[in-house]
């Protein structure tokens, strides 16, 4: 089965300008996330989707950060304007279920670097 | 709230040495607990989960883990370890009682293998 695909795999971007990070999911699966790591932090939460709806967006940073995921399949995050501490790597993650018997299978990322 | 420290930033070993990568974390309850692992270019890969029972788990890639409520400690070992090994580990908790997805993950431990 294809993994978890995300694109671009690297992003160089002005600070002010608009970025779209896109998510494609292991096809089947219901829920998706995404993490992000800021360079020497820990890979944190950012939010959780069950199809098309957010379950949980409690790491959300604010609101220059939105994320959808059109009709329950792929998944954009949009941050605009982006800012400075905004570099990092955003991990995507998808799962069949959210119990202890169904692992994350993670993308490679994007590595987003705002100049 | 749950945290994750990973105390090793970076260790480095000769192929053939043994492994320990060290892992503490500060839950209420009963944690759930991983092991992820990063390859150069690569997304995150499940090495071995902990929710319940033995509190040795096996894992891919002949790793192990233990966990030791008293010590809060959820260390990860290999007994001879391959170059291809060479990644950065990561120690997570889930954050929500039994469920996998919402993950607090440790800073990660940088392993360099020596030929």
């Known amino acids: 089965e294809a993994g978890v695909t995300q694109f671009p795999s690297h992003s160089v971007i002005e600070k002010g300008q608009t970025v779209t990070l896109r998510c494609d999911p292991i096809s089947g699966h219901d829920n998706l996330y995404w993490y992000r790591r800021v360079m020497g932090k820990e890979i944190k939460f950012l939010l959780h989707?069950?199809?098309?709806?957010?379950?949980?967006e409690s790491g959300m940073p604010n609101n220059r950060f939105l994320a959808e995921r059109t009709g329950g399949t792929y998944s954009t995050l949009k941050v605009q304007p982006a800012e400075l501490e905004d570099s990092g790597v955003y991990f995507c993650?998808?799962?069949?279920?959210?119990?202890?018997?169904?692992?994350?299978?993670f993308g490679n990322g994007t590595r987003l670097t705002v100049t | 709230a749950q945290s994750v420290t990973q105390p090793d930033i970076h260790i480095t070993v000769s192929e053939g040495a043994s492994l320990e990568l060290r892992c503490n974390y500060s839950y209420g309850a009963t944690p759930y607990l991983f092991w992820y692992v990063q390859s150069p270019g690569q997304g995150l890969q499940l090495l071995l989960k902990y929710f319940s029972g033995d509190t040795l788990v096996q894992g891919i890639k002949g790793f192990e883990a233990e966990f030791k409520r008293s010590q809060s400690s959820f260390n990860l070992r290999k007994p001879s370890v391959h170059w291809s090994d060479a990644a950065e580990y990561f120690c997570?908790?889930?954050?929500?009682?039994?469920?996998?997805?919402?993950?607090?993950f440790g800073k990660g431990t940088l392993l360099t293998v020596n030929p």
């Open positions: 989707f069950v199809k098309e709806s957010k379950q949980d």
């Open positions: 993650a998808s799962s069949l279920r959210t119990q202890d018997a169904s692992p994350l299978h």
């Open positions: 997570a908790v889930s954050s929500v009682r039994g469920s996998n997805y919402k993950l607090t």
